[in-house]
């Protein structure tokens, strides 16, 4: 364990359904971040999250929605994705220099 | 547009050898270079980091920056079968609140 806990570690959904994403992290980091990693790309930034304030989004369709409740929990919610979207889903956290990741979310979309 | 470059290999080399990985970016401003190991199916793990041009050992790994020449490497003495993983540059702007920019990463076998 890393000490960023990110859930379920595996989700196969359906085009029409919603889902969420969980990250928690108690090493008392006050910055949160998405990341998505396909296959061949390099890691993706797409959301950050500092102090529970939304403060980057990069160019994320908004069928992906984030949601900080307090600085040590991390939702990503999920609707009406695309067969795309299949990628691991990264959640990290970091205080100052250097992340510390989490196991990631492995997402298929059918 | 900040660009970390990275050979995305599979750099092969047999037990025992160096393992050379390299790094460049385009963004001179940059301060802060980080390298991760990622083992397939995992998450990345950061192995070292280095601010300032020059070596920094840490057991069997060395990074070097070379910041005139916009380049940071990865050494791996004695590379063992274990090293094989994917190993991701990321570089940033400054200490703290920057994001890093990740390179596609560099694929190693160590092969016995």
């Known amino acids: 364990e890393t000490g960023v806990t990110q859930t379920p570690r595996h989700l196969v959904m359906g085009m029409t359904n919603k889902k969420s994403l969980k990250c928690e992290q108690h090493?008392?980091?006050?910055?949160m971040y998405w990341y998505k990693q396909s296959a061949k790309k390099p890691l993706e930034l797409m959301f950050v999250y500092n102090f529970k304030e939304q403060t980057e989004n990069n160019s994320v369709p908004s069928r992906f929605s984030p949601e900080c409740p307090n600085s040590s929990h991390l939702f990503l919610h999920l609707h009406t994705l695309q067969p795309e979207d299949s990628a691991l889903y990264l959640c990290?956290?970091?205080?100052?220099?250097?992340?510390?990741f989490g196991s990631g979310t492995r997402l298929t979309v059918v | 547009q900040k660009e970390v470059e990275q050979n995305s290999g599979p750099l092969s080399v047999p037990e025992g050898a160096i393992a050379s990985l390299n790094c460049t970016y385009s963004d001179r401003g940059s301060q802060s270079f980080f390298w991760y190991r990622q083992y397939s199916g995992k998450s990345p793990e950061l192995i070292m980091f280095?601010?300032?041009?020059g070596d920094k050992e840490d057991g069997r790994f060395t990074a070097q920056l070379n910041k005139a020449s916009q380049y940071v490497s990865l050494l791996i003495r004695d590379s063992q079968p274990s090293d094989s993983a994917t190993y991701l540059c990321?570089?940033?702007?400054?200490?703290?609140?920057?994001?890093?920019?990740f390179g596609r990463g560099t694929s190693l076998i160590v092969h016995p």
């Open positions: 990290a956290s970091s205080h100052n220099d250097g992340y510390t």
């Open positions: 280095i601010y300032s041009n």
């Open positions: 090493l008392g980091h006050n910055a």
């Open positions: 990321a570089v940033s702007s400054s200490g703290g609140s920057y994001i890093p920019t």
